[in-house]
């Protein structure tokens, strides 16, 4: 299996600009997990999914920020509009339901707001 | 409430030396306590992990003992190698919820 893929890798934007952020999840797992990493906040948990239902999405920090899960094999992490604060690694991780404390991470996308 | 401390915040240590990370947590609803390692550009990947009725957990070089009635458990790396320089989360996990620490920055000089 290749892992959590994310994509992009790298995302350069300007402030107020629509930003999509996108993970494959490791087939079989059926929880997925965003999360986002700052130097000042650490590790936040955003959103997780359940068998592609948003079980706790207290993480989401405001109403710009919104996740989907249109199926096992898919999500995205929308920031509509981005602003600088934004600015931060996002991660996506999956595991399977009967241990979540096992997370899988993909490799993250770097986003920078301008 | 939901709050994992972690000390030191870095750490550097000579290769063959044993480095040792602490954490400190609130709540008393976790139920599972991993490490996470994180390389350079990579996302965190599990180490090693202790549930509370357990004391210590040895895996080669990677140790955690864990001190219940504290509410504190630690990892100690022997024989550390500079391969293990990369930054340390302790986590407490409630359900599928975890919560990290701070992280702390390793650094095993060769």
Known sequence: DAGVIQSPRHEVTEMGQEVTLRCKPISGHNSLFWYRQTMMRGLELLIYFNNNVPIDDSGMPEDRFSAKMPNASFSTLKIQPSEPRDSAVYFCASSLAFSPEKLFFGSGTQLSVL | ?110
């Open chain 2, 1 to 110: 409430q939901q709050q994992v401390k972690q000390s030191p915040q870095s750490l550097i240590v000579q290769k063959g030396g044993i480095s040792i990370i602490n954490c400190a947590y609130e709540n008393t609803a976790f139920d599972y306590f991993p490490w996470y390692q994180q390389f350079p550009g990579k996302g965190p990947a599990l180490l090693i992990a202790i549930r509370p009725d357990v004391s210590e957990k040895k895996e080669g070089r990677f140790t955690i003992s864990f001190n219940k009635s504290a509410k504190q458990f630690s990892l100690h790396i022997m024989d550390s190698q500079p391969g293990d320089s990369a930054t340390y989360f302790c986590v407490g996990t409630s359900g599928s919820r975890l919560t990290f620490g701070e992280g702390t920055q390793l650094t095993v000089n060769p």
